[in-house]
């Protein structure tokens, strides 16, 4: 037999007749769906079990119950300060893709340069810049592009570019900075 979802008037029976007149029943969910809503229900209710002791459940204790509400209110509380922080990491992720984007079409050109136009894409995959079908870039995934920046700062090494404005000292800065930041926001995800 299901469960009725709807609350009538006190006095009325299971069709929703009787003291109210027949109005229709009232739709109400007993449990707040929000989590900063059930927290703040949840607080009342220990708040109000411990006052009121001769209330007893064979499975738990007003004691133990209050200890679970502060412990869910503190997770929660850690949740929301660490969720408030997320929209900052990301944009800086977004930053540091757009730097790595604009300079990666510089490294192309010194690649270009030293091997030509024909050369070339025989060398990017060294730089950490594998044929898509969007042409030779870097992976739009933050933790293969993560990888990719290794191959490129060595590459840029080993090439001779290391002196150029987008050489050894950029990507390695870039390099740094781009994994604290993925560090960081997956901190804040778990």
Do not use: H
């Not at 133990?64 to 660490?82: K, M, Y």
């Not at 030779?136 to 490129?152: G, V, W």
């Not at 870039?174 to 560090?183: M, N």
């Amino acid at each position: 037999m299901k469960a009725n979802k709807f609350q009538y008037a006190p006095d009325a029976d299971a069709t929703g007749a009787g003291g109210d007149g027949g109005k229709k029943p009232v739709r109400t969910k007993t449990i707040p769906q929000a989590d900063i809503d059930f927290k703040d229900v949840s607080a009342t209710i220990a708040q109000n079990w411990l006052a009121n002791p001769n209330i007893t459940l064979v499975w738990k204790k007003s004691a133990d119950f209050n200890t679970e509400v502060q412990a869910f209110a503190a997770s929660l509380e850690g949740r929301i300060d660490s969720g408030a922080l997320r929209p900052g990491q990301t944009f800086t992720l977004l930053q540091l893709d757009g730097q790595i984007d604009d300079a990666v079409g510089e490294v192309k050109t010194y690649i270009e340069g030293k091997y030509k136009k024909a050369g070339a894409p025989a060398q990017f995959a060294r730089f950490g810049l594998p044929k898509s079908s969007a042409g030779y870039l870097m992976s739009r995934d933050r933790n293969n592009r993560n990888a990719a920046l290794n191959q490129m700062i060595k590459s840029i090494a080993e090439d001779g570019f290391g002196n150029n404005e987008f050489g050894t000292a950029f990507w390695t800065g870039i390099k740094t900075s781009y994994e604290a930041a993925l560090k960081l926001a997956s901190s804040t995800t778990g």
